[in-house]
């Protein structure tokens, strides 16, 4: 990455499309080796499936819309429906509108959903940067029509450090 000397601006739209995963890579790492920043849209019913990273941090901005967000370690870590789970301290998943931000540090479980009937958009930030190779490889996947190859997404989130506990549901 050579090193930027100037600053970024975006007017809104711009940004690299990241084929079927919804979301705008804004800054990658051409630009940055601290994070990656996208904005996401989630269309209804989308579920990325709960999953934690060796090494990433992220955080997640909600914009417009609702999300069920998780961020924490679960009494029992169930291969089903993550938005049931309860902390040994008893948080549950929160459903999170416009202004609601989720922190996931390394190692933490988490995911996001859109449970409602309309999409829903967020600025996610992940640090390092480089987020967006996942990502693209998971937009391959998605943009493959049919249901998507829960086998070649684990694959794909193996080989990026990031360890799935529930599967990914590509909604409407």
Known sequence: MAAMTDGLVLPPGEG????ASGMTLKVGAEQS???????AHVGPGFDVGAHFHD???ELFYVLDGELDLLAFEPRVRTSGNWQSWESASGRKVARGGPGSLMYVPAGCPHGFAN????PARM???AAPAGHE????????????GGPPDQQAIAEVRRRHGIH?????????
């Open 55 to 57: 090494e990433a941090e």
């Open 33 to 39: 080796a601290r994070w990656s920043v996208f904005e």
């Open 164 to 172: 799935q506990l529930t599967q990914m549901v590509p909604g409407g």
């Open 16 to 19: 690299r499309p990241m084929g």
């Open 123 to 125: 600025l996610f930030l």
């Open 133 to 144: 190779l996942y990502i693209m490889e998971i937009a391959q996947i998605l943009g493959g």
């Open 115 to 118: 449970p409602g009937t309309t």
